[in-house]
């Protein structure tokens, strides 16, 4: 008899055990909008920049209004002797205009005297020689070409002089808008280290890619870094990131509570509308890979949402439907 007791303990204990109930699936969400406005570091000569100003976050920003200033004194010294060699550069011109005109004018006079020689010579040599010696008469013929020699000589110096200067004078130029174009480059990047909003709405800070803090006025950024971005009000859902530990528990679809820390009364619907196909790193929460996921908002909205807002997001599984 003792031994069927005991067997009969040993069956009923089993059914004795609770069953595991799992924990829901809980999530950190952030409120994002499909369309914003990105404000990025720009590229400069050095490997990252410094931002100088920042807008206050949340601050709502018009259109035209500048949202952020980076260090551009890299690029203002540039301009600066930009500019200085733009005047000497005209100054050179200027000189060169007044140095090449008398060169011209010295080989236009030079061929008028020529000229002048070449009729005093054809007049003598037009004499006729039962007039003169005959030395005399072969010299005037000697003369009168010698006389053509020079005259030609003096048209190659002239057209030579007019060449140099229009060589000259056009090398001069193209240096000046060289140095044009320069400048207008330098300017150009100058005035992309101030950029402004396209649309109005709310600063939203951006944070460092490698530690994940928000960006702050004084930090170096490297090029292309997000900065800040200005998000429509329109078309908002909800992000998160699905630790790989997890994701067999989430499928698109699934149902949803979203809970907002300036609401913790109201509880909203949500679907999960997109799961990553391919994990990330999140450096700033150390070891692992996370799919990103997407949560839709419910229309129309019982609370006023921007985006930036936190939201706590509990998976609702089969059993919790």
Do not use: C
């Amino acid at each position: 008899m003792r031994t069927v007791s005991l067997l009969l303990g040993l069956v009923v204990i089993p059914v004795l055990i609770p069953k595991v109930v799992a924990e829901p699936l809980l999530l950190s969400g952030e409120v994002k909008a499909e369309d914003k406005q990105h404000f990025v570091a720009p590229m400069t000569d050095d490997w990252r920049v410094e931002l100088q100003w920042l807008m206050p976050e949340g601050q709502i920003a018009e259109t035209g209004e500048i949202v952020a200033v980076f260090d551009g004194s890299a690029i203002q010294g540039k301009i600066d002797a930009e500019e200085v060699a733009l005047k000497r550069a005209r100054e050179t011109l200027q000189q060169q205009e007044t140095q090449q005109a008398e060169l011209v004018l010295q080989s236009e006079y030079a061929l008028k005297r020529e000229a002048l020689l070449l009729k005093k010579a054809a007049i003598d040599a037009a004499i006729p020689p039962q007039f003169l010696s005959a030395y005399e008469y072969e010299s005037f013929q000697v003369a009168k070409k010698d006389a053509e020699s020079k005259v030609s000589k003096a048209k190659d110096a002239l057209e030579q002089a007019r060449l140099t200067r229009d060589v000259t004078l056009r090398k001069q130029t193209i240096a000046i808008d060289r140095s044009l174009e320069n400048l207008a480059f330098e300017e150009e990047r100058l005035a992309s280290m101030s950029v402004s909003a396209e649309r109005a709405g709310p600063v939203l800070y951006g944070k460092h890619p490698w530690t994940g803090e928000r960006v702050f006025v004084g930090m170096s950024a490297q090029p292309a870094w997000l900065i800040a971005e200005i998000p429509s009000l329109n078309n908002l859902y909800i992000e998160a990131w699905l630790h790989e530990v997890d994701i067999d528990r989430a499928k698109v679809g699934q149902e949803a509570i979203l809970t907002f820390d300036s609401r913790l009364d109201l509880r909203l619907p949500a679907n999960l509308d997109y799961i990553a196909t391919q994990p990330q790193k999140r450096a700033e929460w150390g070891v692992g890979l996370y799919y990103r996921v997407k949560f839709s908002l419910p229309e129309p909205v019982e609370l006023e949402l921007l985006p930036g807002m936190g939201a706590r997001i509990e998976l609702l599984e089969e059993a919790d439907r």
